[in-house]
């Protein structure tokens, strides 16, 4: 094979991965613009509230710790928020419809650089799962995303301090072959009287949920089950 052939098919694949995935490349916070980062040049991007990933492939196991940020482990900055602070992550592009949104958030006590969000502190403010059946349709709150490329939550009232802010989708669309998907962000809460969730709302990750959770290990085109169960704890509300 020439070389220009090798270049056209590197370039395929290069191209036929973009267009198989997405990632969250920037946050709209209270007005404001966050670029993140792009798949395939995190080195070009400039500094960015946004931790660190570098490539548009999902996690296949719930148990892999890159499950938690897509692998990213610390970012330059933070973004100021405050209680009632609307957060837009952007996508340029995602191409998948069925399976759950959700959206985390941790709390760190303490500075960025000593927060790897490994303990049991994870908890949701908001998530979507199937609107209606059938499970291989697109009555799902994913199937905004293609189209929309966004996904708008507000900051609940939470005490101040430094927080990570997780979007999490994950993609069934392939049965019994989950896709994880994953990028977080660093928040800087401010005000007072905000509160926090009771453990029942606080978990691990990787750990919330296992493999063979329903919603998790299932088959879209065979099972008729009419309603999704989405995996985790429930949302906390403030
Ligand atoms: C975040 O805000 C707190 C006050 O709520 C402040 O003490 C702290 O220094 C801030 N951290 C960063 C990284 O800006
Ligand atoms: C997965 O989680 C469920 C519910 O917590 C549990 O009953 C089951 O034993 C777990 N399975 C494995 C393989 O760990
Ligand atoms: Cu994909």
Redesign the pocket.
Same mark, same amino acid.
């Given at each position: 094979m020439g070389l220009q052939a090798l270049l056209s098919v590197l370039l395929a694949l290069v191209v036929s991965q973009v267009i198989a995935h997405g990632a969250i490349v920037a946050y709209t916070i209270d007005g404001k613009e966050y670029p993140g980062y792009k798949g395939f040049q995190p080195a070009a991007s400039p500094p960015t509230i946004q931790r660190q990933w570098n490539n548009y492939e999902p996690s296949k196991d719930i148990a892999d710790p890159r499950t938690r940020c897509h692998g990213g482990t610390s970012a330059p900055l &933070?973004a !100021?928020v405050s209680p009632g602070s609307t957060i837009v992550a952007k996508w340029d592009y995602w191409p998948h419809y069925q399976g759950p949104v959700m959206v985390w958030l941790y709390a760190c006590n303490g !500075?960025?650089d000593k927060c790897d969000g490994s303990s049991r502190g994870w908890f949701k403010i908001d998530q979507v799962g199937m609107l209606g059946p059938p499970l291989s349709g697109k009555n799902w709150g994913q199937a905004k995303i293609p189209s929309e490329k966004k996904w708008t939550v507000k900051v609940p009232k939470v005490a101040?301090? $430094?927080y990570l802010v997780r979007h999490e989708i994950i993609a069934i669309h392939t049965g019994n072959a989950p896709q994880f998907y994953a990028e977080c962000a660093?928040l $800087?809460? &401010?005000g007072s009287g905000g509160g926090k969730p009771g453990m029942e709302y606080l978990v691990s990750i990787p750990g919330y949920a296992n493999m063979s959770h329903p919603g998790i290990k299932i088959d879209i085109y065979t099972s008729k089950a009419t309603k999704y169960e989405i995996p985790g704890p429930p949302v906390w509300h403030g």
């Open positions: &933070s !100021p !500075p960025f101040a301090g $430094n660093q $800087n809460v &401010s």
